[in-house]
């Protein structure tokens, strides 16, 4: 197996996420906790282990002294060391469903029509933010390295700088950066621009997402001096000097190339085949979001259904909808959107034992999520916009035989990395995406070998042990860059007031322009 040893800094790390990579459940009354099975959590664990570190989050549930209990036990069992923060009702209604979730997340994904931009929303983020810092401040040790994860959490240095934090500051966002055309229209852009520079090390998905962040920054502070190089940006601020790459994430691939070989697996992919009773099966897997594109999707497929009358009886599309954000109105008017499509599709085109759309509303175990991958001919993946999409990776690495076809979404992170192997799409674009299915359907297997062989290479490369590795000697490469020429903003004018004064200087002038790469 493969691993990061930790070798040139034996310096904690304390990692910051709005929740937990452990799931609360309760069973009849008893409560038990379940550890998170991401390969972002298999990659840092190992990591915060060896160094003493601290992961800090909201563990999903009300903080009582039995779930207090709980993970103290966990603690100790798993020689871990998780910290609890409680976000009450209110706050999760506010912080989290309202201004990460309806306004951030909406925003940072294009879809401006679903965004809610409410002032009290806004004022339970600050808040919330600020009670993560305090909690930061409690368990920091001198010489930590704070790693702050995601857009629910982006003005915590912002407060840990107010409270004259010194330790050196990352941050990495897992859903794509707007452009300045959108990011203008939220009401406190300055603040969420402003709250990113407080950090030493800003980290995105892709080169387009550091692109436009850059480019909103010097908007906004026309004074910024910003130089571009491959890999990274330096943003000079006053006497800071912050750091801003891009950083694809990735997929523990052994484990889903390994798993996807076992015995138990291979059964479950081979029941899947047999039951499925058509010559071909694609595969979507998303959590039920509207930035997903499943209704485009489905649009799509019966579209070529519908132009290729061939594919009838000879294809069936397997879409795993795992239940999201379901408080959330948005989420509920697409569940039953997505639930009349299926009814529609399959009551247009199904035979006597086909019908062409299989939909699940669940989640499913690991097994059975790689017997999905396993059993599939074709990954159908079309997000509207996805910050990476690991789903795409995940197909690609249990695709042990190398008879497999992705179609990718050309809006999902993923598609900087593996658009070579894979038939790239404009989901919009319903006649190219039906076409795509034709083209993976009819694909020869020299074909589906030599692009499957070129996608594989590429994740196994660039797995998730490399990307954590390599955001983290960025982070002492920053640390070192910024102690060379920094003062901290803690001692100076604060960044967040010193954006507010560059802006009203930049409406004054009428604006600027920038280029970055
Ligand atoms: C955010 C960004 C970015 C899904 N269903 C089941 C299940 N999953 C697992 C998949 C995969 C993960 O959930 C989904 O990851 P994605 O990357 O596709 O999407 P988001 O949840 O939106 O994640 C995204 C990511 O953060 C990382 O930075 O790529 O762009 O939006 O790992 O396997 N796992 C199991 N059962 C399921 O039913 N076991």
Redesign the pocket.
């Known amino acids: 197996m493969s691993g990061i040893t930790w070798r040139r800094s034996k310096r904690r790390l304390l990692v910051v996420s709005n929740r937990l990579p452990i799931c609360i459940k309760s069973d009849g009354g008893r409560m038990e906790i379940q550890s998170g ?4 959590v298999t990659a840092l664990a190992p990591i915060i282990r060896n160094t003493g570190g601290v992961w800090i989050g909201w563990p999903g549930c009300e903080v009582t002294s039995e779930v207090e209990r709980l993970i103290s036990d966990y603690n100790i069992e798993n020689l871990f060391n998780l910290q609890a923060i409680n976000i009450s009702t209110e706050e999760v209604e506010n912080y989290y469903r309202g201004f990460s979730n309806e306004a951030i997340w909406p925003l940072f ?1 294009d879809l401006l029509g679903q965004c809610k931009f409410e002032g009290e929303h806004w004022e339970y983020y600050r808040n919330v933010n600020r009670r993560f810092a305090e909690k930061i401040v409690e368990s920091a040790e001198p010489g930590d390295l704070i790693w702050i994860h ?1 857009y629910h959490l982006i003005l915590v240095a912002h407060y840990l700088r107010q409270m004259n934090v010194q330790h050196p500051l990352a941050f ?1 966002l ?3 950066f707007p452009n300045y055309d959108l990011l203008r229209r939220l009401p406190w852009k300055d603040h969420i621009i402003g709250g990113l520079l407080d950090y030493d090390l800003v980290g995105f ?1 892709t080169r387009r997402d550091r692109r436009n962040f850059c480019r909103c920054a010097k908007e906004l502070m026309p004074s910024l001096d910003i130089k571009a190089y491959y890999r990274h940006s330096n943003v000079r601020f006053g006497r800071r000097e912050i750091k801003v790459g891009n950083f694809p ?1 990735s ?1 523990d691939f052994s484990e889903f190339s390994d798993g996807a070989q076992t015995e138990e697996v291979e059964k479950e992919a081979n029941y899947l085949k047999q039951k499925c009773q058509s010559k071909s099966l694609m595969l979507g ?3 039920l ?1 509207y ?2 594109g499943i209704p485009e999707r489905f649009l799509a497929y019966e579209r070529a259904l519908e132009k290729y009358p061939e594919l009838r009886g000879n294809i069936c599309l397997l879409q ?1 909808a ?1 239940p ?1 954000r379901s408080h959330l109105s948005a989420y509920q008017d697409i569940r039953e959107t997505l639930e009349w499509m299926v009814g529609r599709i399959n009551g247009r085109f199904s035979e006597f034992g086909w019908q062409p759309i299989q939909y699940i509303y ?5 097994t ?2 790689l017997g999905f991958y396993r059993a599939s001919d074709i990954g159908l ?1 079309t ?1 509207l916009r ?9 197909f690609c690495a249990s695709t042990v035989d190398n008879n497999g076809v992705l179609i990718l979404s050309e809006f ?3 598609s900087e990395q593996l658009s070579k192997g894979a038939i790239m799409v404009n989901p919009y674009n319903r006649e190219e995406t039906a076409d795509a299915i034709y083209q993976a359907f009819h694909m020869d297997l020299a074909e589906r070998e030599r692009r499957m062989t070129l996608l594989r290479s590429e994740v196994k490369r660039n797995d998730i042990f490399r990307w954590v590795e390599w955001f983290l000697s960025s982070f002492r490469e920053s640390e070192r860059e910024g102690a060379a020429s920094a003062i901290h903003p803690a001692n100076s004018q604060s960044v967040r007031s010193r954006v507010e004064s560059a802006v009203m200087e930049s409406i004054k002038n009428g604006g600027n322009s920038y280029t970055d790469d």
């Open positions: 099975s991401g390969g972002l994904h995601d990495f897992h859903i794509p998905q994430i997929i897997v998303d959590r979001d930035t997903k795993l795992v999201s669940r989640s499913v175990s690991r059975e999520l993946l997000p996805d910050g990476m999409n690991l789903v795409a990776k995940e999902a992170g993923a």
